[in-house]
Protein backbone atom coordinates (compact mmCIF):
# COMPACT_ATOMS: atom_id res chain seq x y z
CA UNK A 1 0.00 0.00 0.00
CA UNK A 2 1.22 3.43 -0.88
CA UNK A 3 2.17 6.06 2.23
CA UNK A 4 1.06 8.91 -0.31
CA UNK A 5 -2.55 10.48 1.32
CA UNK A 6 -5.51 11.28 -0.95
CA UNK A 7 -5.30 14.96 -1.79
CA UNK A 8 -8.62 16.35 -0.12
CA UNK A 9 -10.09 19.90 -1.75
CA UNK A 10 -10.55 22.34 1.16
CA UNK A 11 -14.03 22.93 2.09
CA UNK A 12 -15.68 26.11 0.34
CA UNK A 13 -16.52 27.75 3.90
CA UNK A 14 -12.42 27.73 4.68
CA UNK A 15 -11.43 29.02 1.43
CA UNK A 16 -9.85 32.42 2.26
CA UNK A 17 -11.10 34.84 0.28
CA UNK A 18 -9.43 36.93 -2.19
CA UNK A 19 -9.43 40.78 -1.67
CA UNK A 20 -12.69 42.44 -2.85
CA UNK A 21 -14.25 39.09 -3.05
CA UNK A 22 -16.93 38.33 -0.29
CA UNK A 23 -17.44 34.93 1.11
CA UNK A 24 -21.21 33.24 0.16
CA UNK A 25 -22.94 31.45 2.52
CA UNK A 26 -23.72 27.89 1.89
CA UNK A 27 -27.43 29.08 1.91
CA UNK A 28 -27.10 31.87 0.34
CA UNK A 29 -28.75 30.49 -3.32
CA UNK A 30 -32.21 29.41 -1.18
CA UNK A 31 -32.27 32.65 0.53
CA UNK A 32 -32.09 34.79 -2.98
CA UNK A 33 -34.43 32.54 -4.79
CA UNK A 34 -36.52 33.18 -1.82
CA UNK A 35 -36.26 37.58 -2.23
CA UNK A 36 -37.02 36.98 -6.03
CA UNK A 37 -40.45 35.14 -5.25
CA UNK A 38 -41.62 38.05 -2.80
CA UNK A 39 -40.04 40.41 -5.32
CA UNK A 40 -41.82 39.51 -8.21
CA UNK A 41 -45.57 38.61 -6.19
CA UNK A 42 -45.09 42.63 -4.96
CA UNK A 43 -44.79 43.77 -8.53
CA UNK A 44 -48.00 41.71 -9.59
CA UNK A 45 -49.54 42.81 -6.99
CA UNK A 46 -48.66 46.41 -7.62
CA UNK A 47 -49.80 46.24 -11.42
CA UNK A 48 -53.18 44.10 -9.83
CA UNK A 49 -53.64 47.36 -7.85
CA UNK A 50 -52.51 50.06 -10.47
CA UNK A 51 -54.77 48.36 -13.09
CA UNK A 52 -57.61 48.06 -10.28
CA UNK A 53 -57.50 51.94 -9.82
CA UNK A 54 -56.81 52.70 -13.39
CA UNK A 55 -60.52 51.25 -13.84
CA UNK A 56 -62.17 52.93 -11.18
CA UNK A 57 -60.93 56.11 -12.74
CA UNK A 58 -62.28 54.94 -16.03
CA UNK A 59 -65.70 54.27 -14.42
CA UNK A 60 -65.75 58.03 -12.82
CA UNK A 61 -64.71 59.42 -16.22
CA UNK A 62 -67.47 57.54 -17.54
CA UNK A 63 -70.28 58.35 -15.35
CA UNK A 64 -69.15 62.21 -15.25
CA UNK A 65 -69.58 61.91 -19.14
CA UNK A 66 -73.04 60.32 -19.07
CA UNK A 67 -73.99 62.78 -15.92
CA UNK A 68 -73.26 66.18 -18.29
CA UNK A 69 -74.82 64.04 -21.63
CA UNK A 70 -78.19 64.06 -19.64
CA UNK A 71 -78.00 67.23 -18.17
CA UNK A 72 -76.10 69.67 -20.72
CA UNK A 73 -76.41 67.84 -23.53
CA UNK A 74 -72.71 66.91 -24.09
CA UNK A 75 -71.91 65.83 -27.50
CA UNK A 76 -69.29 64.30 -29.86
CA UNK A 77 -67.68 67.61 -30.34
CA UNK A 78 -67.53 68.56 -26.62
CA UNK A 79 -66.23 64.84 -25.85
CA UNK A 80 -63.68 65.32 -28.35
CA UNK A 81 -62.60 68.61 -26.78
CA UNK A 82 -62.18 67.02 -23.57
CA UNK A 83 -60.00 64.36 -25.19
CA UNK A 84 -57.48 67.28 -26.22
CA UNK A 85 -57.65 68.73 -22.70
CA UNK A 86 -56.69 65.92 -20.68
CA UNK A 87 -53.91 64.75 -23.23
CA UNK A 88 -52.62 68.60 -23.26
CA UNK A 89 -52.71 68.25 -18.99
CA UNK A 90 -51.44 64.66 -18.87
CA UNK A 91 -48.90 64.21 -21.37
CA UNK A 92 -46.99 61.48 -19.72
CA UNK A 93 -50.87 59.87 -19.39
CA UNK A 94 -51.97 57.23 -22.72
CA UNK A 95 -55.52 56.62 -22.83
CA UNK A 96 -57.80 59.73 -22.83
CA UNK A 97 -58.00 59.43 -27.23
CA UNK A 98 -61.55 60.61 -28.13
CA UNK A 99 -61.98 56.25 -28.71
CA UNK A 100 -61.35 55.71 -25.23
CA UNK A 101 -63.53 58.45 -23.79
CA UNK A 102 -66.65 56.50 -25.63
CA UNK A 103 -65.07 53.46 -23.78
CA UNK A 104 -65.38 54.96 -20.39
CA UNK A 105 -68.81 56.10 -20.90
CA UNK A 106 -69.85 52.81 -22.51
CA UNK A 107 -68.47 51.26 -19.35
CA UNK A 108 -69.87 53.05 -16.86
CA UNK A 109 -72.83 52.80 -18.17
CA UNK A 110 -72.60 48.74 -18.44
CA UNK A 111 -71.52 49.00 -14.75
CA UNK A 112 -73.01 51.81 -12.77
CA UNK A 113 -72.52 50.27 -9.78
CA UNK A 114 -69.46 51.72 -7.87
CA UNK A 115 -68.11 48.31 -6.70
CA UNK A 116 -65.74 47.77 -9.67
CA UNK A 117 -63.30 46.57 -7.44
CA UNK A 118 -64.68 43.19 -5.93
CA UNK A 119 -66.20 42.11 -9.29
CA UNK A 120 -64.69 39.89 -11.79
CA UNK A 121 -64.23 42.55 -14.54
CA UNK A 122 -62.72 44.53 -12.27
CA UNK A 123 -59.71 41.79 -12.29
CA UNK A 124 -59.17 42.52 -16.20
CA UNK A 125 -57.07 44.84 -18.25
CA UNK A 126 -58.86 47.40 -19.82
CA UNK A 127 -57.68 45.87 -23.02
CA UNK A 128 -60.10 42.71 -22.17
CA UNK A 129 -63.16 45.44 -20.91
CA UNK A 130 -63.10 47.46 -24.17
CA UNK A 131 -63.46 43.37 -25.76
CA UNK A 132 -66.27 43.03 -23.47
CA UNK A 133 -67.73 45.97 -24.51
CA UNK A 134 -67.23 45.77 -28.04
CA UNK A 135 -68.61 41.98 -28.84
CA UNK A 136 -71.20 41.39 -26.24
CA UNK A 137 -74.33 43.28 -25.92
CA UNK A 138 -75.82 42.30 -22.50
CA UNK A 139 -74.37 42.71 -18.48
CA UNK A 140 -74.93 38.94 -17.72
CA UNK A 141 -73.23 37.55 -20.76
CA UNK A 142 -70.25 40.54 -20.00
CA UNK A 143 -70.30 38.93 -16.46
CA UNK A 144 -70.08 35.80 -17.76
CA UNK A 145 -67.28 35.65 -19.85
CA UNK A 146 -65.45 37.94 -17.11
CA UNK A 147 -65.69 35.28 -14.45
CA UNK A 148 -64.48 32.50 -17.13
CA UNK A 149 -61.42 35.00 -18.04
CA UNK A 150 -60.37 35.48 -14.32
CA UNK A 151 -60.96 32.03 -13.67
CA UNK A 152 -59.16 30.03 -16.62
CA UNK A 153 -56.65 33.39 -16.78
CA UNK A 154 -57.40 33.65 -20.65
CA UNK A 155 -55.47 35.91 -22.69
CA UNK A 156 -57.24 38.25 -24.73
CA UNK A 157 -57.06 36.44 -27.59
CA UNK A 158 -58.68 33.26 -26.44
CA UNK A 159 -61.15 35.83 -24.67
CA UNK A 160 -62.17 36.82 -28.21
CA UNK A 161 -62.05 33.50 -29.42
CA UNK A 162 -64.35 32.17 -26.73
CA UNK A 163 -66.67 34.81 -27.23
CA UNK A 164 -66.44 34.17 -31.07
CA UNK A 165 -67.40 30.11 -30.65
CA UNK A 166 -70.30 31.20 -28.25
CA UNK A 167 -68.53 29.57 -25.68
CA UNK A 168 -71.42 30.14 -23.17
CA UNK A 169 -73.85 28.63 -25.56
CA UNK A 170 -72.34 25.53 -25.83
CA UNK A 171 -71.01 24.77 -22.44
CA UNK A 172 -73.37 22.29 -20.77
CA UNK A 173 -74.98 22.11 -23.93
CA UNK A 174 -75.05 18.61 -24.89
CA UNK A 175 -77.48 15.93 -24.60
CA UNK A 176 -77.06 13.03 -21.73
CA UNK A 177 -79.06 10.84 -19.69
CA UNK A 178 -76.43 12.00 -16.60
CA UNK A 179 -79.62 13.16 -14.52
CA UNK A 180 -80.83 9.32 -14.72
CA UNK A 181 -77.64 7.50 -14.51
CA UNK A 182 -75.93 9.28 -11.73
CA UNK A 183 -76.52 10.70 -7.96
CA UNK A 184 -77.09 14.60 -8.63
CA UNK A 185 -74.13 16.42 -7.91
CA UNK A 186 -72.11 13.71 -10.13
CA UNK A 187 -74.31 14.36 -13.15
CA UNK A 188 -74.30 18.63 -12.88
CA UNK A 189 -70.89 18.58 -12.38
CA UNK A 190 -70.44 15.73 -15.20
CA UNK A 191 -72.96 17.41 -17.56
CA UNK A 192 -71.41 20.96 -17.09
CA UNK A 193 -67.73 19.41 -18.59
CA UNK A 194 -69.95 19.17 -21.81
CA UNK A 195 -70.31 20.70 -24.96
CA UNK A 196 -72.44 21.21 -28.34
CA UNK A 197 -70.92 21.47 -31.02
CA UNK A 198 -67.34 20.86 -29.83
CA UNK A 199 -65.37 23.24 -32.24
CA UNK A 200 -61.77 22.22 -33.22
CA UNK A 201 -60.88 24.98 -36.20
CA UNK A 202 -58.05 22.85 -37.23
CA UNK A 203 -59.45 19.96 -38.34
CA UNK A 204 -60.55 21.28 -41.84
CA UNK A 205 -63.20 18.40 -42.63
CA UNK A 206 -64.16 17.81 -45.76
CA UNK A 207 -66.80 14.99 -46.88
CA UNK A 208 -64.18 12.54 -48.11
CA UNK A 209 -62.49 12.97 -44.35
CA UNK A 210 -62.07 9.54 -42.34
CA UNK A 211 -62.36 9.17 -38.75
CA UNK A 212 -58.81 7.69 -38.76
CA UNK A 213 -58.17 11.21 -40.60
CA UNK A 214 -59.86 13.38 -37.68
CA UNK A 215 -58.76 11.19 -34.84
CA UNK A 216 -55.18 11.83 -36.24
CA UNK A 217 -55.39 15.46 -36.43
CA UNK A 218 -56.77 15.77 -32.88
CA UNK A 219 -53.44 14.26 -31.67
CA UNK A 220 -51.40 16.21 -33.80
CA UNK A 221 -53.24 19.39 -32.18
CA UNK A 222 -53.37 17.63 -28.76
CA UNK A 223 -53.07 20.56 -26.84
CA UNK A 224 -55.55 22.73 -28.65
CA UNK A 225 -58.09 19.56 -28.67
CA UNK A 226 -57.53 19.57 -24.42
CA UNK A 227 -58.38 23.23 -24.59
CA UNK A 228 -61.83 22.71 -26.66
CA UNK A 229 -62.93 19.86 -24.07
CA UNK A 230 -62.38 21.93 -21.23
CA UNK A 231 -60.39 22.80 -18.39
CA UNK A 232 -59.33 19.68 -16.16
CA UNK A 233 -59.25 16.93 -19.17
CA UNK A 234 -56.07 15.13 -19.50
CA UNK A 235 -55.06 12.75 -21.85
CA UNK A 236 -54.76 9.32 -21.16
CA UNK A 237 -54.38 7.27 -24.63
CA UNK A 238 -55.28 6.98 -28.04
CA UNK A 239 -56.61 3.89 -29.51
CA UNK A 240 -56.40 1.82 -26.13
CA UNK A 241 -57.26 -1.36 -26.11
CA UNK A 242 -58.82 -4.07 -23.22
CA UNK A 243 -58.44 -7.36 -23.33
CA UNK A 244 -62.30 -8.77 -22.46
CA UNK A 245 -62.18 -12.98 -22.04
CA UNK A 246 -59.78 -13.47 -25.32
CA UNK A 247 -61.29 -10.66 -27.38
CA UNK A 248 -59.57 -7.53 -27.70
CA UNK A 249 -62.31 -3.75 -27.65
CA UNK A 250 -60.40 -0.36 -28.48
CA UNK A 251 -61.59 2.77 -27.74
CA UNK A 252 -60.66 6.09 -30.05
CA UNK A 253 -60.02 8.48 -26.85
CA UNK A 254 -59.23 7.89 -23.18
CA UNK A 255 -59.46 11.15 -21.31
CA UNK A 256 -59.35 12.20 -16.99
CA UNK A 257 -61.51 14.86 -15.44
CA UNK A 258 -59.19 15.96 -13.08
CA UNK A 259 -62.22 17.90 -11.22
CA UNK A 260 -64.72 15.09 -11.03
CA UNK A 261 -62.27 12.14 -10.83
CA UNK A 262 -63.84 10.68 -13.70
CA UNK A 263 -62.77 8.66 -16.45
CA UNK A 264 -64.69 9.63 -20.08
CA UNK A 265 -64.75 7.20 -22.92
CA UNK A 266 -64.81 9.55 -25.70
CA UNK A 267 -65.76 7.66 -29.06
CA UNK A 268 -65.70 9.54 -32.85
CA UNK A 269 -68.43 9.15 -35.57
CA UNK A 270 -67.92 11.03 -39.49
CA UNK A 271 -71.15 10.61 -40.25
CA UNK A 272 -74.87 10.87 -38.72
CA UNK A 273 -75.71 8.96 -35.53
CA UNK A 274 -77.03 5.85 -34.87
CA UNK A 275 -78.71 4.87 -32.21
CA UNK A 276 -76.04 1.26 -32.66
CA UNK A 277 -73.26 4.45 -31.56
CA UNK A 278 -74.72 4.43 -28.28
CA UNK A 279 -74.60 0.90 -27.48
CA UNK A 280 -71.19 0.43 -28.74
CA UNK A 281 -70.21 3.08 -26.44
CA UNK A 282 -72.51 2.18 -23.30
CA UNK A 283 -70.16 -1.18 -23.68
CA UNK A 284 -66.64 0.93 -24.04
CA UNK A 285 -67.89 2.72 -20.69
CA UNK A 286 -68.97 -0.26 -18.43
CA UNK A 287 -66.21 -1.98 -19.23
CA UNK A 288 -63.96 1.18 -19.01
CA UNK A 289 -65.64 1.65 -15.55
CA UNK A 290 -64.90 -2.16 -14.86
CA UNK A 291 -61.38 -2.47 -15.50
CA UNK A 292 -59.69 0.95 -14.48
CA UNK A 293 -62.05 2.83 -11.80
CA UNK A 294 -61.30 2.38 -8.49
CA UNK A 295 -65.04 3.00 -6.52
CA UNK A 296 -63.67 4.70 -3.54
CA UNK A 297 -61.79 7.29 -5.18
CA UNK A 298 -63.40 7.50 -8.91
CA UNK A 299 -66.74 8.75 -10.11
CA UNK A 300 -68.69 6.76 -12.42
CA UNK A 301 -66.94 6.81 -16.07
CA UNK A 302 -68.99 8.59 -18.58
CA UNK A 303 -69.12 8.66 -22.44
CA UNK A 304 -68.55 11.20 -25.31
CA UNK A 305 -70.11 10.65 -28.69
CA UNK A 306 -68.82 12.68 -31.25
CA UNK A 307 -70.68 13.14 -34.47
CA UNK A 308 -71.14 15.19 -37.47
CA UNK A 309 -75.00 15.23 -37.36
CA UNK A 310 -77.57 13.76 -35.09
CA UNK A 311 -81.42 13.53 -34.93
CA UNK A 312 -82.77 14.53 -31.58
CA UNK A 313 -85.12 11.80 -31.41
CA UNK A 314 -83.19 9.19 -32.34
CA UNK A 315 -80.46 10.80 -29.67
CA UNK A 316 -83.17 11.11 -26.87
CA UNK A 317 -84.72 7.25 -27.27
CA UNK A 318 -80.66 5.75 -27.21
CA UNK A 319 -80.23 7.47 -24.09
CA UNK A 320 -82.96 7.04 -22.55
CA UNK A 321 -82.12 2.89 -22.93
CA UNK A 322 -78.55 3.12 -22.28
CA UNK A 323 -77.68 2.00 -18.53
CA UNK A 324 -74.32 3.95 -18.78
CA UNK A 325 -73.91 7.73 -18.31
CA UNK A 326 -73.66 9.11 -22.21
CA UNK A 327 -73.34 12.33 -23.86
CA UNK A 328 -74.01 13.06 -27.85
CA UNK A 329 -72.54 16.17 -29.10
CA UNK A 330 -71.79 17.46 -32.61
CA UNK A 331 -68.10 18.43 -33.48
CA UNK A 332 -67.08 21.02 -36.28
CA UNK A 333 -64.53 22.90 -37.66
CA UNK A 334 -66.17 26.02 -37.60
CA UNK A 335 -69.46 27.79 -35.48
CA UNK A 336 -72.11 27.29 -38.00
CA UNK A 337 -74.11 30.63 -39.20
CA UNK A 338 -76.98 29.24 -37.25
CA UNK A 339 -74.45 29.86 -34.33
CA UNK A 340 -73.63 33.90 -34.77
CA UNK A 341 -75.97 36.24 -33.60
CA UNK A 342 -77.09 37.94 -36.82
CA UNK A 343 -79.94 40.75 -36.99
CA UNK A 344 -82.97 39.81 -38.84
CA UNK A 345 -84.18 41.33 -42.29
CA UNK A 346 -86.99 43.82 -40.34
CA UNK A 347 -83.64 44.70 -38.05
CA UNK A 348 -81.15 45.17 -41.12
CA UNK A 349 -84.25 46.98 -42.82
CA UNK A 350 -84.17 49.21 -39.54
CA UNK A 351 -80.52 49.76 -39.65
CA UNK A 352 -80.14 51.28 -42.75
CA UNK A 353 -83.07 53.40 -43.00
CA UNK A 354 -82.06 54.94 -39.43
CA UNK A 355 -80.64 58.84 -39.67
CA UNK A 356 -77.16 59.33 -39.36
CA UNK A 357 -76.47 61.48 -35.58
CA UNK A 358 -72.83 61.95 -35.40
CA UNK A 359 -73.43 63.22 -31.57
CA UNK A 360 -74.20 59.66 -31.10
CA UNK A 361 -71.22 57.85 -32.92
CA UNK A 362 -70.31 54.55 -31.57
CA UNK A 363 -66.97 53.45 -30.03
CA UNK A 364 -66.98 51.11 -32.33
CA UNK A 365 -66.76 53.04 -35.31
CA UNK A 366 -63.85 54.96 -33.98
CA UNK A 367 -60.33 54.55 -35.16
CA UNK A 368 -58.91 51.60 -32.32
CA UNK A 369 -55.84 54.24 -30.80
CA UNK A 370 -53.16 52.49 -28.65
CA UNK A 371 -53.55 53.12 -25.27
CA UNK A 372 -52.02 51.48 -21.71
CA UNK A 373 -53.41 48.12 -20.43
Not at 112 to 129: F, S
Not at 162 to 182: C, D, H, S
Not at 203 to 222: F, G, I, S
Amino acid sequence: MSGRKKAVPPAETSRTPVRGETSVPADYGVVLERIKVEVRTARVRAQHAVSIEMLELYRRIGTEILAQQQAAGWGAKIIEQLAKDLAAEFPDTRGFSRSNLYYMRAFAASWPRPEVVPRDVGQLPWRYVRTLLDKLDDAPTREWYATQAVEHTWSLEMLETQIALGLQRRLGAAPTNFVERLPAPEAQLLQQITKDPYVFDFLDLTPRKLEHDVEQALMDHLQATLTEFGRGFAFLGRQVSFDVDGDEYTVDLLLFHTHALAHVVVELKIGKFKPADAGQLGFYVAMVDDKLRKPAIHAPTVGILLCASRNEAAVRYALRNNTSPLAVANFTDAPGLENLDLPDLDELTAILEEPFDADHTLADALPDEPIDN
